[in-house]
């Protein structure tokens, strides 16, 4: 399975995704080569990758085309080009208005534009779609908060939490929630479990003074 190889050695999996497209395997074979080209550490050439696939694969449907800008667009936010990942956000949602990727990418540039309350209507409708996925939620965890919506970001946070147990990005967002709610305990927890899980990451131990 590709997505296996992908997670168990990204370099082989780059260099067999990419034999497979050019023997014709069209749009799946390049869709694992950009997800391999990701893990390997060349997201602008994963995202070369992606446009291409939307752009010049024949036989996709417009929904499946807006999922792969969403892609690409997540990519961009990643790289810091906004401008670009707004022009592919718009491409995306004028292909399917309801596209799930799509929407929660709007919502993430909304975000950084200091737009909260637009992006949890983006989120909201993402998540009727694709009930549960953890991007999703911690991005509404997040645009709750920044409206003072303590209780709705560590419900979101939580759920996520309960999704991907793995993640510290989860935990960490759990973390500010709870803080924010004065639960000093469960943010310390939280905190605690974020820098577990990355030690390198965002979370440090100064959160541990609350």
């Not at 080569?33 to 550490?41: D, N, P, R």
């Not at 050439?45 to 696939?53: H, P, Q, T, V």
């Not at 709610?181 to 943010?187: M, R």
């Amino acid at each position: 399975d590709s997505i296996d190889l992908i997670a168990a050695d990204p370099r082989q999996a780059e260099v067999e995704a990419g034999e497979w497209a050019r023997f014709g395997g069209g749009a799946p074979a390049r869709h694992c080569y950009a997800l391999a080209l990701v893990v390997t550490g060349a997201p602008s050439r994963a995202i070369d990758e992606l446009l291409g696939i939307a752009a010049e694969e024949p036989d996709l449907e417009d929904p499946e085309r807006a999922d792969i800008l969403g892609q690409a667009g997540n990519l961009l936010v990643q790289e810091g080009d906004m401008v670009t990942a707004n022009v592919v956000a718009a491409q995306a949602l004028r292909m399917d208005a309801k596209n799930p990727t799509a929407l929660a990418l709007r919502a993430r540039l909304k975000l950084d534009a200091g737009e909260p309350r637009a992006a949890i209507r983006d989120l909201d409708a993402a998540l009727q779609a694709r009930p549960g996925v953890v991007d999703f939620l911690i991005l509404r965890s997040t645009a709750h908060r920044q409206l003072s919506q303590f209780v709705e970001a560590r419900d979101d946070a939580a759920f996520a939490s309960e999704q991907a147990p793995k993640d510290a990005q989860v935990w960490l967002e759990r973390g500010l929630a709870e803080s924010a709610l004065n639960d000093k305990v469960a943010a310390r927890d939280s905190f605690l479990e974020a820098i577990a899980l990355d030690r390198e990451g965002p979370v440090s131990y100064t959160h541990l003074t609350l």
